[in-house]
């Protein structure tokens, strides 16, 4: 089974409207963390959110805000107000674990490719 | 600011080839990542590294060796490049705290010829 599944291959948005891009996760760790990264076409890969198992509140980095429910296990990503240099791959991404060594390596979701239309 | 480097961002070898990819990382990270990343594939772990000549494997090392001599340095060596091996190479640095979060360089492009 795929421990990190992201659902929407390609979503599209209007410049200014907000999106949601959808992770779910699978884990039997009680500890771990989940990560959002965006790859522009240039590939390089530029971390944008984090949230930890244990936080109780859902993170914001200005415009990105991931929607936690751990019940669930889903992590989505919310992208407010859209502009054009959010064309973009992202990506979802858990470590688990917390005891050092391989706890640090992270496993990735295959992606959705975000397209921003003025 | 962390700065993760990679000597190169496109790379043409031939078949049979010896090919050397470097990252170099300036944040002092205990942790550094060699991915490789194909369409529809997402990223995959060829290995890692948590400490000074220490290495793990990760999903995918065949065909795929490491080098860690300093701390700052990680090294993928492509032992016999084949065609198969045509993709982008991604390498990142951690810490160890507070969230482990890994920090990617550039890419290489390689091209196996």
Known sequence: AQK???????????????????????????????????????????????????????????????????ARKSANLVISASQLGDSAMYFCAMREGWSGGSNYKLTFGKGTLLTVNP | DVKVTQSSRYLVKRTGEKVFLECVQDMDHENMFWYRQDPGLGLRLIYFSYDVKMKEKGDIPEGYSVSREKKERFSLILESASTNQTSMYLCASSSTRPHATQYFGPGTRLLVL
Request: proline share 3%; hydrophobic share 25%.
């Open chain 1, 4 to 70: 990190i599944t992201q659902t929407q291959p390609g979503m599209f948005v209007q410049e200014k409207e907000a999106v949601t891009l959808d992770c779910t996760y699978d884990t039997s760790d009680q500890s771990y963390g989940l990560f959002w990264y965006k790859q522009p076409s240039s590939g390089e890969m530029i971390f944008l959110i984090y949230q930890g198992s244990y936080d109780e509140q859902n993170a914001t980095e200005g415009r990105y805000s991931l929607n936690f429910q751990k």
